[in-house]
């Protein structure tokens, strides 16, 4: 039992961790700069992506021996495109300041390859306990990164976490660095976060520190 | 009406610009900006899978979805209509054109689940555009998203030889200056009010 418990536990960190989505394989890099202006939007993305991934590879991994190998992409699309508009409806339905703010990318997260590749790489070959194990590890890490990058931006560019206002001068609230929440913030603060983490991996952990750098 | 339409174009081509402003097609947009030749294929294939996809999925959603009321099915529909029809293309142009078919014919299984490719239906539906708008849309689309891709292509061959730091090498260098591009279109913003 234990064993099992390790190995769960591996295929969990390996998502968060080891092969984080969005820092360590760079797939799905549009919503990571898109919703991250502020940390709850990030966070909110996140669960939508989690919940997504979840039930994803629990679907493919369920009927993966009904699958014929050939048609087995476009049924990975059109279980995504299921789930997503699931997702879609309901927070159309319960979320909808946030909704009317990220709706479009909520939508295009059928169009993401981490999720499509994790159906074909792990929930077709494997059972369905890991499967959703796997599933729930690589969205954590992608909610994580995501979070990540929003605390970054939020800080930065209005001195609030969470739409919670920290930095105060005289009274009034201190906008550090207004380009943060500017789409050109997205992407310097995405660079920047990427290589720092390279740097860190290479300085403390002996890695080659070449996340992202197949591309 | 042909205010409109120009209106619409400009405005996803250059303020809207979907890499720049609304960050979609990230993937692709660094994955083939390393030599100026794919970019430039990709480009092509790009627009035109834009426009005659958007052009079908209006027809559909207009004259099928509307009527039968099933508009939230869209994600669903959309995508297996784009996911046919560039199957569709890729048979068709290997059996007709051969030539073009070795040039374009890699990027045209890449750009299957493009995210832009999806939103330009979805953002006339979303809007309620007619034909000539959503053509209006995808044109600007494309044309905003080639440009992207030449400036980037460009900038990535000079980078070659630049003495960037090791952590930094790949992926992250490329984002930071994704972002000074950024910058620069936000410029643009404000030029048209919509």
């Not at chain 1, 495109?81 to 909520?106: C, E, H």
């Amino acid at each position: 039992m234990s064993t099992n418990n390790t190995s769960y536990w591996t295929v969990f960190k390996n998502g968060v961790f080891g092969e984080n989505p969005v820092f360590r394989l760079a797939l799905s890099l549009c919503p990571a700069v898109a919703v991250t202006s502020g940390v709850k939007n990030g966070t909110l993305m996140g669960v939508a992506v989690l919940f997504v991934m979840v039930m994803v590879n629990a679907t493919v991994s369920l009927i993966r021996n009904f699958i014929n190998p050939k048609v087995r992409i476009p049924s990975y699309m059109f279980i995504i495109a299921t789930w997503v508009t699931v997702t879609d409806l309901v927070m159309a339905a319960y979320a909808r300041d946030v909704y009317k703010q990220m709706g479009l990318y909520i939508m295009l997260i059928v169009a993401f390859a981490i999720v499509l590749s994790r159906a074909e790489v792990f929930a077709m070959k494997n059972k369905l306990i890991p499967s959703i194990i796997d599933g729930a590890g690589m969205g954590m890490g992608f909610l994580l990164a995501l979070a990540l990058i929003g605390v970054f931006r939020e800080f930065l560019g209005k001195g609030a976490l969470w739409g919670f206002q920290i930095l105060w001068a005289d009274g009034k609230p201190v906008k550090p660095m207004l380009i943060a929440i500017l789409p050109a913030g997205g992407f310097f603060a995405m660079g920047l976060i990427m290589g720092g983490l390279n740097w860190i991996d290479r300085r403390f952990f002996g890695g080659t520190g070449s996340g992202g750098g197949a591309h | 009406m042909g205010e409109k339409v120009f209106t619409i174009f400009i405005a996803s081509a250059l303020i809207n610009n979907f890499v720049f402003a609304r960050y979609l097609g990230l993937c692709i947009f660094f994955g083939v900006t390393k030599k100026m030749e794919t970019a430039v294929g990709m480009s092509f294939t790009f627009t035109g899978v834009m426009v005659i996809g958007a052009a079908l999925n209006w027809a559909i959603y207009n004259y099928i979805m509307t009527p039968l009321h099933i508009g939230f099915l869209k994600i669903v529909i959309f995508i297996g209509v784009i996911a046919a029809f560039v199957q569709a293309a890729d048979t068709i142009m290997k059996k007709v054109t051969p030539a073009l078919y070795y040039k374009l014919g890699i990027y045209l299984a890449l750009i299957t689940t493009n995210c832009i490719i999806l939103a330009v239906p979805l953002i006339n539906a979303d809007e309620h555009y007619g034909l000539f708008e959503s053509m209006a849309l995808a044109l600007g689309s494309g044309a905003g998203f080639s440009l992207a891709l030449i400036i980037m292509a460009s900038i990535r061959e000079k980078l070659e030889l630049a003495d960037v730091p090791k952590s930094m090498q790949g992926l992250p260098i490329s984002f930071v200056l994704t972002g000074l591009i950024a910058l620069a279109f936000l410029g643009f913003s404000g030029m048209i009010t919509l």
